[in-house]
């Protein structure tokens, strides 16, 4: 679960799946790229230290036992602490998930420090959008949390993406954290089609950045995207690809 259990080695599998029909292409990225990542999925179990956590949850006055066992697909406390100093420090209006959980957790706290800002929260597991609402409710945490399917990924893109239907313009931060590779290893590539309703300044955040099938996107998004600035920070058990709209 995404609240304080820990977590299987690799995500859970969804029904909406099935939907995606692989052709001999999509197998052969799939093979390969799992093949080559080994030794980033070996790193990833390992979500930060407990001095990194525990400073973390100090910076948002949050208790001790707040945040649950972090590593294998869960966001690692790097990537925590880059959303909560830049909610902290940016104060944006509109931040939108994709891929609920501990990131979910921190982005409302900072907001709440902030007393300004919404947060749009997508995960196409209910049981998760549900655990982790009554997660923050614990908290005194609030979050426009909505479960949704996943549906053919929009565009070129291969895999699945998030039936979210319409969203508001001027996304000020939009984290990315789903769907996960075994579906397709560039599914999260079809963030993009969201990238038009960034503001301006706006920030994107991409975990996992370090594996195989996130540096191809961002290179790709590098290229179809000239007017937002795209750079693959190393720190922490995964990377982080981080885009600033600036145009």
């Known amino acids: 679960m995404t609240s304080r259990e820990s977590t299987q080695f690799l995500p859970l ?5 099935a939907r995606f029909e692989r052709d001999w292409k999509d197998w052969a990225t799939l093979l390969g790229i799992g093949a080559v990542q080994w030794p980033w999925l070996l790193r990833s179990l390992r979500g930060g230290t407990q001095a990194e956590k525990r400073r973390l949850l100090e910076k948002l006055d949050l208790p001790q036992d707040a945040l649950p066992n972090l590593g294998s697909w869960k ?6 602490h880059k959303i909560a100093d830049h909610i902290l420090h940016s104060k944006p209006q509109l931040v939108v998930e994709f891929g609920a959980g501990a990131s979910t ?9 902030n007393g300004t800002g919404r947060l749009i929260s997508f995960d196409q597991h209910a049981g998760f959008v549900d655990a982790t609402r009554s997660w923050l ?3 005194g945490l609030t979050a426009d949390m909505r479960g949704v399917p996943l549906t053919e990924a929009p565009g070129r893109w291969r895999g699945l993406w998030y039936d979210h239907g319409a969203l508001p313009d001027d996304i000020d931060l939009m984290l990315i954290d789903g ?6 290893p560039f599914g999260r590539g079809a963030a993009a089609s969201l990238f038009d309703k960034l503001s301006i300044g706006g920030v994107v955040m991409l975990d996992d950045g370090a594996r195989p099938g996130e540096r191809i996107v961002r290179r790709r998004w590098q290229r179809d995207w000239p007017n937002i600035d795209f ?7 995964k990377g982080t690809v981080i885009g600033i709209r600036h145009a």
């Open 13 to 17: 599998a969804h029904a909406d799946e």
């Open 75 to 80: 966001a690692d406390t790097s990537l925590l």
């Open 105 to 113: 957790l921190i982005a409302a706290r900072a907001l709440q420090i």
């Open 137 to 139: 409710g614990q908290h």
């Open 179 to 184: 769907p996960c590779w075994t579906i397709h």
């Open 231 to 237: 750079r693959l920070t190393h720190d922490g058990t």
